[in-house]
């Protein structure tokens, strides 16, 4: 098993619409987790961590499943500009590790 | 304001061409990391520095050398770079590595390999 995985998509949602992706982990040992957003030719940027209870930040809700080992992302009221490949990272003691990444495309 | 900076943003070298990356940050983070991401792959660690600690993933190549000389620069050296190596080469720092901690990154410098 993977250490991180994340399904690559693309995932083609129309704007406005709601969705979803996972990402599982390996490791039960693993301690922090985060979600990145990264734009084509770009760096990733923190979009948010993902706390044991579960965390908003406006249209964007992240909740870990520590039971499951998987952690996930909820964008509502998709946006174009939310079009992106979202990278989910998880921390155990001092290694990274980085998946793939999920891609996003709003369609108008 | 740019926190992590990286020169070039792009660099073209020929196969077998030493060729030197750098790295700056302005907020005296004592981590900082080397990635290399290739295209619809993760970022791969290449290595970190822990302050002047050098620490190397069992993985990478020879051929990738990193320095420190201070807080502020980080390079990253390839020898004898081959087409396999064309790639975007992050470089992220973090404050002391913690577990909450978050990376940042530089926007990258995109290698090509002629």
């Known amino acids: 098993r993977k250490e991180v995985e994340q399904d690559p998509g693309p995932f083609n949602v129309p704007e406005g619409a709601t969705v979803a992706f996972n990402c599982t982990y390996s490791?039960?040992?693993?301690?922090?987790f985060f979600w990145y957003r990264q734009d084509c030719r770009k760096e990733p940027k923190l979009l948010m961590s993902v706390y044991s209870s579960g965390n908003e930040d406006g249209r964007f809700t992240a909740q870990l499943n520590r039971a499951s080992q998987y952690i996930s992302l909820l964008i509502r009221d998709s946006k174009l500009s939310d079009s992106a490949t979202y990278l989910c990272?998880?921390?155990?003691?001092?290694?990274?590790?980085f998946g793939k990444g999920t891609r996003l495309h709003i369609l108008p | 304001d740019a926190m992590v900076i990286q020169n070039p943003r792009y660099q073209v070298t020929q196969f077998g061409k030493p060729v030197t990356l750098s790295c700056s940050q302005t907020l005296n983070h004592n981590v900082m990391y080397w990635y290399q991401q290739k295209s619809s792959q993760a970022p791969k660690l290449l290595f970190h520095y822990y302050d002047k600690d050098f620490n190397n993933e069992a993985d990478t190549p020879d051929n990738f050398q990193s320095r420190r000389p201070n807080t502020s620069f980080c390079f990253l050296d390839i020898r004898s770079p081959g087409l396999g190596d064309a790639a975007m080469y992050l470089c992220?720092?973090?404050?002391?590595?913690?577990?909450?901690?978050?990376?940042?990154f530089g926007s990258g410098t995109q290698l090509s390999v002629l």
């Open positions: 990272v998880v921390k155990a003691d001092d290694k990274i590790i």
């Open positions: 992220a720092t973090s404050r002391d590595g913690g577990p909450n901690e978050k990376l940042f």
């Open positions: 490791n039960s040992a693993s301690q922090s």
